[in-house]
């Protein structure tokens, strides 16, 4: 079985001359089908900008980026559109809904893109795991916020995409609410088999994960398969270190 | 502060680059309209006093009858033979000049020669005096023999030598042309007007039908004022004597006040095309407000006063309307002077070059300056109501409650329908307009509570698709914004509704009139000839009779008098009982029977009553006294005054201008109509016609009309377009990250360019729809206070109206290409990146 989604040396490189700031190099990743993917790193490393390359927001700089059987390097804007239209789903820190309509016709809204209808189980199924059955007609200024990322994830999730990308999706959210998001995450994974990978830099959120990747300067420097939150905040500990006596080599040069 | 003020200012450029230009459009229509104005007028005042250089001093009667500019010409009133030898004896050189409008040159290809307004004079040859120059040929010594100028003779395509017909009081007469004229500086003509010059005798035949002149002109070698003086003394008050220079001055000034009305016309859109840019200035400044609602509660926070805020906004508006107003002018000045130029190529006047007037330089600033700052007051009061704590809240619209702005709505829109109702009764044209503009007012306050249903209501034609729906819902998003964007396309609009409506009424009103009453199955008319009323030849009218088919022919003579000192029409029937028949008058009292010597039948609109008499000075100045027999229902077909055949010899051109026909009912009307056209070839501007081809004809003028307005409303529109552009714009930028968002997840560019196409369609839509109510109220309130002047029914112009409505959806499609295209280009990752 192939993997979710694969990078395959993947470079990004932004401006040029003086002004040029490389975020990825050289990334090698497989995102494992039914498996929830955490990636992680200090600000800068690229974890966000390989994220987006994955999802194909953006495109890459050399390297070869594929969504399923999807050769998503190459493609023109109808074929990326297509590709997140029928295979990649979303979630953002924030501005994840319309404000104009309702949390039913925001989870609904993908689907009503690409003009296919919802699968009535599997709607009601994802309705109920979220837990939103008394507030979908409400609109978006009407919730909370940790309602409004529920509505987020049962919208990822109600087309059945190939990987669902979240970005810092609790990073809004109070502790428990956040809780209930990732908690929801991980069941979508271990009951429904949906693939997911989550760019997080925290600790606590990252053990939600089946396996989490750690990015420092643009390069996948480490990972760990079901972690628990101290596994993750001892690597990333022992990652700083790294990076200060990286730091004090460069100063010494 | 103010240095804050300007930076801000320039940070958001584009935005007020678009209200900008709409002060800059509306201030280049004032300034261009008087930049245009004074340069044609400047042009005719040198043409009247070229014309008079050569003249001392210029003698003329009192007009025979007095018309104010807005009723019609006045007949100008004649000297005679005997007046002539009386300036002869004071001045010996006087000449008698003839010189009337109407003398009409039947071309090389057998049509006449026509214009579109300037006269074609007819007068007399009186040598190579007053800047006259014989081009070629010689003058015309008999009868038979004329002279052209030359720009006449090129037109009709005649050279010396040629055999031209010409048609005047009289039918169709041949003359030989046995010189071509033109003026000093090498002209070909005196500014678009034609002249064809006879000889004395033939030219007061033709022209005034009565032995005399139009104008004296005398040159002495005294002072013209001298001669002026001495001429005045000598002759009494019943002429006019002026020197040159004050003919020329009363020529232009007379001329002046044509000008004057076309000036402010183009001056009353200029004002719309203003009034419907303040929309777009209000709207955009409130935005703007609303969208730097941080930056100016951080500057309340940082201590700055509320007059300080309101400053603010207000110095951003004057540097607006300073910069939109030069560039207006400039702009203004260069329309105006195409324009002109334009005009003096088409009527071949001398242009007189192009100034700036004063009044196109005061006008300008004043107007761009005012309706800026009155425009963004509103929104600067806004602004200064910013609380300081608004800095640290999240930035969210807050829904505040349309009550207020409902009610107040409510108030202006029945103020202004009253001030209409008031101004109709009272034919006050000021308040009439005060009542529309203020209708204006108050349907926009009133449209952003009616935005809400009637945008949902629109948007459900769009719902079938997710992007069609997506724009619905945005259009509804802010009722304010939306409103006061579709208001500003409402005025256009509903003032061309308006008129059209009551155009429609009027001439449905007409043609329902005609169809019941009118029975003449023929009518022999005139075709529109500026200046002259076509006729034919009364010796026709027993050869006419003898049509076979033709039951009754009733010719009619008309021309102006002036009744107990007041303008009017005269007309006379051949056979006034037939006509009566024919046209279904009824009779209020005495009888309609053929007028004779000294009795007059008149409509009873006219306040006389039976047995009255009544003094009429004929248009060639004769006196006399009438007795009024009997009196009929006035009818928009027939009325005014019915003389008997005495009246003919007050009339200036003594022939038939008008005839009903009425045809047996087993006549062949096709035959009859072409036997009748084979006799009418020497007066060929004579038509014959059925009824709905005279009635066509007569409501002909309303298309044109009609289409004019829609024109001069063109501006007003455009800057209507450029708010819609301006408001979507503006949500474009405002929604950058939903935009990003939907892209997201899988919205295309096309969806993306469709969404936004909505919603702008469903504003425009709107808008229009509400124009047409608007447009309708106000039409049908004209229609109903006009009810005495017979119109009788309201009608409602669908295929206009329905046409207006796709303007208004075509307008909003064109006012999305570009925030559409801006909108598919969202890059998704900027969009929703939050770091």
Known sequence: MSAAARAVDVWKVYGSGEAQVIALR???????????????????????????????????????????????????????????????????????????????????????????????????????????????????????????????????????????????????????????????????????????????????????????????????????????????????????????????????? | MLRATLKSLLARKVRLVLSGLAVLLGVMFVSGSFVLTDAIGRSFDNMFSSALAETDVLVTAKPAIEVSEMEGEPVPGLLTAADLRRVQ??????????????????????????????????????????????????????????????????????????????????????????????????????????????????????????????????????????????????LGDRYVVQTGEEAAAAMANSFKAVLDVMNKILLGFAGVALFVGTFLILNTFSIIVAQRTKELALARALGAGRGQMIGSVLVEAVVIGLVASVLGLAAGVGVGALLAAYFANFTSLQLAGIAVPAAAVISAFTVGIVITVIAALLPAVRASRVPPVAALQEVATPDRPLTKLTAAGAIVTAAGGGAIAYGLRQQSLWFLMGGVLAAFVGVALLSPFVARPAVAMLGRLFSWSVPGKLGRLNSGRNPRRTAITAAALMVGIALVTGVNTIMTSAERSMRGDVAATFKADLVISGQESPGVQPTFDPVLLPRMQQVSGVDSVVATYADQIAVNGKPAYAQVQTDLPTVARLVSATTVAGTIAQPGPGEVVVDDNRGHALGDTVTVRSAKGTEKTYRVIGIFADTNLFGGYQFGADAIEGMRGGQPTFAYVDLADSADPAAARTALEGLLADSPEMRVQNQKEYIDNQTGEVAQFLLMVQVLLGLAMLIAVLGVVNTLALSVLERTREIGLLRAIGLGRMATMRMITVEAVVITVFGALLGLAVGVGLGSAVVEGLADEGLKELVLPWQQMGLYLGVGAVVGVLAAILPAIRAARTNVLGAIAYE
Not at chain 1, 75 to 100: H, M, Y
Not at chain 1, 200 to 224: C, K, P, Q
């Open chain 2, 89 to 234: 004896e004071i001045a010996p050189s006087a000449i008698g000049e003839i010189s009337v409008d109407g003398a009409r040159v039947i071309g090389s290809d057998g049509k006449v020669v026509t214009t579109y307004g300037p006269p074609r004079m007819g007068g007399n040859w009186t040598g190579e005096v007053g800047g006259l120059r014989l081009h070629e040929g010689v003058a015309p010594q008999k009868a038979d023999e004329i002279v052209v100028n030359a720009a006449l003779a090129k037109k009709a395509g005649i050279k010396v030598g040629d055999q031209v017909g010409v048609l005047t009081t009289k039918p169709k007469q041949t003359f030989k042309l046995v010189g071509i004229f033109g003026y000093e500086g090498g002209l070909d003509s005196r500014g678009p007007v034609d002249e064809v010059r006879f000889t004395d005798a033939v030219a007061q035949e033709l022209m005034l039908g009565a032995e005399g002149y139009t104008s004296i002109t005398v040159n002495s070698d005294k002072s013209p004022a001298a001669l002026r003086d001495e001429l005045k003394a000598g």
């Open chain 1, 26 to 253: 050289g990334v090698n990743l497989e995102v494992e089908r039914g498996k929830f993917t955490a990636i992680m790193g200090p600000s800068g490393s690229g974890k966000s900008t390989l994220m987006h390359c994955l999802a194909g927001l953006d495109s890459v700089t050399r390297g070869e980026v594929a969504v399923g059987d999807t050769r998503v390097t190459g493609l023109s804007d109808a074929g990326l559109t297509r590709l997140r239209r029928e295979k990649v789903g979303f979630i953002f820190q924030q501005f994840n809904l319309l404000p104009t309509l309702t949390a039913e016709e925001n989870i609904t809204l993908p689907l009503a893109i690409s003009g296919r209808k919802p699968d009535k189980a599997w709607y009601d199924t994802v309705i109920q795991t979220v837990g939103l059955g008394d507030r979908l007609g409400h609109r978006p200024s009407q919730l909370s916020g940790g309602q409004q990322q529920r509505v987020a994830c049962a919208r990822a999730l109600v087309s059945r995409p190939e990987v669902i990308f979240a970005d810092e999706p609790t990073g809004n959210l109070d502790s428990r609410s956040g809780a209930d998001i990732l908690g929801f995450l991980r069941r979508s994974v271990s009951e429904f088999g949906q693939t997911i990978v989550m760019v997080t830099h925290d600790a606590n959120a990252a053990s939600y994960a089946d396996r989490v990747i750690f990015l420092a300067d643009g390069r996948i420097v480490d990972e760990i398969e079901n972690p628990t939150a101290e596994a993750v905040l001892d690597k990333i500990k022992s990652l700083d270190t790294l990076a200060v006596s990286e730091d004090r080599v460069e100063v010494a040069e």
